[in-house]
Each structure stands twice: as C-alpha cells, then as structure tokens.
C-alpha cells in the first residue's frame, strides 16, 4: 500500500513532458513493430476492381467498398527483400505481383497506388500478342485457366517486345478490363512490393470456401527459357 501511495505522490512530481512521453510511448512502440513487420515479414493487400477477375474477387463500388469487400491477399515481404538482395531467383511467369505504377503511366494517380497483375514475361522473354491470344518465346500461353472459369481475353494486339533486363511484362487476367503492360510497357523490378502466396480473406463466399493458395498457373510450365 506504501508503494502505491508513493508511485502516486512521483507521479504527481512528474512534468508534463514526461506524462505526455509515457502517453505516446505505448502508442510508438506499436506503430513501429507494426512498421516492421509489414515491411520485412508480411502485409496484406486488398483487391479493388475486376482486373483480375475470375482470380480474384475485386468487390463493387468506390474503392473504399471494393476493399472492403474483396478477396484480401496475403503477402510475404521477406521473399521481396531476399529478391532484391539476389539471394533467391527471378519471380517466376504466372506469380500474381503488386507493384507501384509506373510514373509514365497515363492513369498514374488518379487510382490506388500499388496494383495487381499476373506476371507473364521474365527479363529476355520475347512477348506478343495476337487477337487476344499471347505468345511468351514464340509459343502459345495456354490461358483456360482464365477462360474455364468465365475470364474474358478481348482481342488485342501488341507487336513482339523483348523485356529488358530487370523488367517484367503484367497482364490483367480480365483483359478486357485491365490496365497494364499493354498500356505503361514492361515494370522495372524495383517497384515490385512482393508476391501474392494466398487469399486469406473472407474464408468463405458464397457458401464455398474462398481461402486458397495462390500459385502460377500450370499452362506456364509449358514455357521454354528464352
């Protein structure tokens, strides 16, 4: 009892510069742990629009809706930073990635700041496409795994480019309604956050289970190196 009465007279004595520190403190600590974690372990990123439909769920309405109500992936950030340190290899063709817009892109901020996409062209890869359908090295992606689950390809048209070095060619799965490499070109590497490794949010749409493993498609295997 002693103890207590005393720590309450020292606290009394303190000044307010003191008190304000051991407000805040608490609130520091959690806002840097949580800095820390989200940019070195893992963070989550949710999907807004139907760019990447029939993958993902992108919700309806303002962004704010869409977020709310679309599929939320999960994301290891440790995989990036061992990426950018040359520690673990290239993100393989079919990895879902989220990456900041490049600058030169006519939509750049007037959207979300980082966007999702499906990777489809590795730094060498030769890509065109023809009526829709893409051509990674000279051979035709298989693309039912869009297509099967009611996906739509449109029929664009992109003259063959090689990908430069450290850069990656991104498609929409919807491409009928995807803003990407089509558009803004291949993305350098460094803007890549990190890769998509599962849906973890809802658990359940619909009645059916929505929590699944995100993994490159395996129409890519089919993909010889350049």
């Known amino acids: 009892m002693a103890n207590q009465v005393k720590a309450i007279k020292d606290d009394k ?3 307010w510069q003191v008190k304000l520190w051991r407000e805040v403190k608490g609130y520091a600590e959690a ?5 820390v974690i989200t940019t070195f372990l893992f963070t989550t990123v949710g999907v807004a629009g139907s760019s990447m439909s029939p993958t993902f ?3 309806n309405g303002t962004i704010i ?3 709310l109500t679309g599929d939320r992936l999960f994301v ?6 061992l990426h950018r340190m040359g520690l673990i290899s290239h993100y393989r063709r079919g990895d879902v990635i989220i990456f900041r817009e ?11 700041d980082f966007l999702v996409k499906r990777l489809i062209g590795l730094p060498g890869d030769r890509i065109r496409i023809e009526e829709g359908q893409v051509f990674i090295n000279d051979v ?12 739509h390809l449109g029929v664009s048209n992109l003259n063959e480019i090689t990908i430069p070095d450290k850069e990656y060619f991104v498609l929409g799965d919807n491409r009928m309604n995807s ?19 599962a849906i973890i949010w809802p658990p359940v749409r619909h009645g059916t289970m929505n929590w699944k493993a995100v993994r490159p498609p395996e129409a890519f295997k089919a993909i010889p190196n350049n």
């Open 179 to 197: 803003v990407d490499s089509r558009i803004y070109g291949p993305i350098p590497f460094i803007s890549i956050a990190g890769k998509a490794s």
């Open 13 to 15: 004595n303190l000044t």
């Open 140 to 151: 035709a992606l298989d693309q039912s795994f869009i297509t099967a689950n009611g996906g």
């Open 102 to 112: 490049p600058a030169d892109s006519p939509y750049v901020g007037s959207r979300r």
């Open 65 to 67: 809706n869409s977020l």
């Open 76 to 81: 290891p950030k440790y995989e990036t930073w």
């Open 57 to 59: 769920y992108g919700g």
């Open 31 to 35: 806002i840097i742990i949580a800095l």
